[in-house]
């Protein structure tokens, strides 16, 4: 890399402190923070939601099965498509009508206090692990394009995340999450059509693929391993903590289905885009020492000066849109789950806020200090199926189907975590079982004891009325007076600070490509950057008035 391109990573990390920056001023409250007072649009709880799933995992882990296997890599990816739609058709209304401003805050109502701190603080646990990946993959991915160290590297990206998520909070996290979807969308595609190029074209990729680049090729691709893996990352989503706090932070239920909808959209057609540089890659540089580097390593040979700059800050703009979520679900947990409902029952707004904000900046070290050793357990896919094997299951299936099934108890939601780990511990580490069985076990044992105590474990009177208290919530609609009202000035200050956002990328993308102008990437980075210009332009016509409430 060069000078030009640290230059754009400089200035890309400025705009987004910015955004986080700005709206610290406006975030008053707790329901500000941690749900955004619930009036995140659903499109851009859409896009915000799509951008939390994503990260650099994706252009390292995902992007090195398609670099050795071809097209099973979007197969894999493609899991992604049947979840957000189940959480949007299913799960949105219920998660909406819950009234909650944690995703654990429910299990106290549905289950008992017990329930609800084991699973904050196992929920925490897992959450912390599964971050600790993502922030790796994008250190390896600095490392390699940069003259930075592994170590460094995470350590710097993990301090950017920490410092706009601290000041702004929800609303911060799903601003960011906007900007960096452009950003993330123009760097991409502008690989894409060099990458054909360098290949000779679309026709010649496609010819020259190997018999096996196939959609179900390699030890990934096989019908039990596929079945399992979209069985565990359905279930593993909808309980996704972020994925759960988008749902209660819109406006009503109809916003979170078509959330659920956009976010499965997406997740079905730019993974398509993403992929043809790994494969191109494979044609183009076919004896990598790490097939994980794929991508990283087309972009350095194909993308010039600034442009290289523009790319990394792609992906950190992948890496920081699912870190900066989960830094705010995870400490909204820890500050309404467990330090004002055991510490400080009667803390004020403004302790909470203070509080939320040091919940934010622990968990935020705690992942940095982690990741510094996700090497050590094979890298970021080996890692994170590991990790969800454990963890993800037991603590997940309590949480979704604690909402669909009302018979079920306290006594297996605990049962359930319990033998779940122990079944995936033992399962993982015996010779001879293969990781899609474990975790095939495991979910049925989960399921079988979650499900099971609502025949051999019976509630009392009192807990009986309670849980049918909350199911009856559920299935009530949420009143039109209930519904929360927008401000209009707010609104304005929003669309504005996005725009003046989206206006300096294009103005970024501009600048970079401006001295290679005169070949083919420099022409596709003006035109991403006067792309993002004609958005504002025509955003400026959507401004809402300066009065009124909506």
Known sequence: MHTLDYVAIVIYMLIVATIGTALGFFVKNISDYFKGGSTIPWYVGGISNFMGLFSTFVFVAYAGIAYEHGLVALTIIWCAVPATLIGGLIFAKKWRRAGIVSPVEFMEERFSSPVRQVFSWGGIFFRVLDNMVRLYAIGVFISTATPLSLNLAIFLAGIIVVFYTVVGGLWAVVLTDVVQFFVLIAATLILVPLSLRA??????????????????????????????????????????????????????????????????????????????????????FPNLANNEMAYVTIALELLPSGIMGLML????????????????VIASVITSDIYKRYLRPQATEKEMMRMGRVATLIVGSLVIVGALYVEKLGGAFEASKLFTGLFAIPLVIPVIFGVLV???????????????????????????????????????????????????SKRSVENTEKVNAFFTKLDTPIAEQD??????????VLLILFMMSLAAVGILFLFMGFPSVAEYSGQLAMGAGGACLLVCLGLYFFLPPRSARV
């Open 313 to 328: 800050a792609a992906m950190f703009a992948a890496t920081m849109s699912s870190l900066d979520s989960e830094y705010n």
């Open 483 to 492: 519904k929360p009202a927008i401000d209009i000035g707010f609104q304005r």
């Open 199 to 284: 290949v000779g074209g679309f026709g010649s990729l496609t010819s020259q693929l190997p018999d096996h680049f196939t959609l179900f090729h390699g030890p990934k691709g096989n019908g039990f391993y596929l079945l399992v893996y979209y069985l565990m990352f359905t279930i593993k989503n909808n309980g996704n903590w972020s994925f759960i706090q988008r749902f209660y932070s819109v406006k009503d239920e109809s916003s979170g289905r078509k959330m659920g909808i956009l976010t499965a959209v997406m997740f079905f057609v730019f993974p398509i885009f993403f992929f043809i540089p790994a494969i191109a890659s494979a044609q183009l």
């Open 406 to 456: 009302r018979k079920a108890n306290a006594t297996g939601a605990l049962l359930s975590l319990v033998l779940g780990v122990l079944t995936g511990i033992i399962l993982n580490f015996l010779p001879g079982v293969s990781w899609e069985m474990a975790t095939f076990l495991t979910i049925v044992v989960c399921l079988l004891s979650f499900l099971g105590s609502s025949y051999w």
